[in-house]
């Protein structure tokens, strides 16, 4: 394993996307959130490689895990209480020649996040970024979407014709968070200059078709220092579908001038140009 690419982003950002076709990339193995709060989410295969190295090579306990998510809540115990060793053990046992995984705002404390990964010179850094509106309307529509359906059943709805209540404080302190997460990051990153990259949702999705999006995130990875080959089998590539295709954010909300107004009077009319 040559090196290590960690997405930094939020959700609703087309992180999900872009993780699984880069683990489509022979020369690639890219996780999903392996720092979230209650679920390790790398293949059951992988968690049991990252425990015999923990258990063989820091003498670890054993550390029990279930075969379905959210069954491994002592691992995630350990992810957390040692982020730098849980990074080890995905390097260390990784037969890909560069490994990946993504990680939000709230999987680590900043400290942790700036001490295993962001003042690491080693890893590659990818801030993935979306209309903040976007990800807004977007995130709202799932969380919704998650209290009436459930968990795993919610991520495969197609949500195109969903509408929510645009509130503004719910929006202003999700705003407040998330830019003061992204300042962090870019500010932290300006020490780091060839360690760090960005990519937009816009960017990767103005592609007409999948080969094109493809194509694209391996060229911006060969631009990080990832040797990268442009000759693969796409038709074995996993490309998740874009569930909603609305062409102006408002129509997402069922208080559209709300919206407008909101954003005028504190002067992020910006947020409306797609």
């Not at 993780?19 to 790398?42: P, Q």
């Not at 919610?154 to 509408?163: E, I, P």
């Not at 999948?210 to 000759?231: H, P, R, W």
Request: net charge negative.
């Amino acid at each position: 394993m040559d090196k290590t690419l960690v997405i930094f982003s939020v959700p609703r950002t087309g992180s999900n996307f872009v993780c699984n076709l880069i683990n489509s990339f022979k020369e690639f193995e890219c996780f999903g959130e392996v720092y979230h709060n209650k679920s390790v989410f790398a293949p059951y295969k992988r968690k049991q490689e990252f425990i015999n190295y923990l258990t063989q090579s820091r003498g670890v306990e054993q550390i029990s895990i279930g075969k379905n998510d959210y069954e491994d809540l002592e691992l995630v115990e350990y992810a957390h209480q040692y982020p730098d060793l849980f990074l080890e053990s995905m390097q260390q046992t990784s037969q890909k020649k560069y490994l990946g995984f993504k990680i939000f705002q709230y999987h680590l404390t900043e400290e942790d996040m700036q001490r295993v990964m962001l003042e690491n010179k080693n890893i590659i850094k990818l801030i993935l970024k979306r209309n903040l509106l976007e990800a807004y309307a977007s995130d709202c529509i799932l969380v919704k979407n998650l209290k009436q359906m459930g968990n795993k059943a919610a991520h495969h709805l197609d949500t195109s014709q969903n509408k929510v209540n645009f509130e503004e404080k719910h929006f202003q302190n999700w705003f407040k968070r998330t830019t003061e997460y992204y300042s962090m990051l870019e500010k932290l990153c300006i020490n780091f200059p060839k360690e760090h990259f960005f990519m937009t949702y816009e960017e990767v999705h103005k592609h007409d078709n999948n080969q094109d999006k493809a194509l694209y995130v391996i060229n911006s990875l060969n631009q990080m220092g990832f040797e990268i080959d442009y000759n693969q089998d796409m038709d074995n590539f996993c490309f998740l579908k874009k569930q909603d295709s609305r062409a102006f954010v408002l129509e997402k909300f069922e208080n559209p001038e709300a919206v407008k107004e909101f954003l005028f009077q504190n002067d992020l009319k910006n947020l409306l140009n797609n």
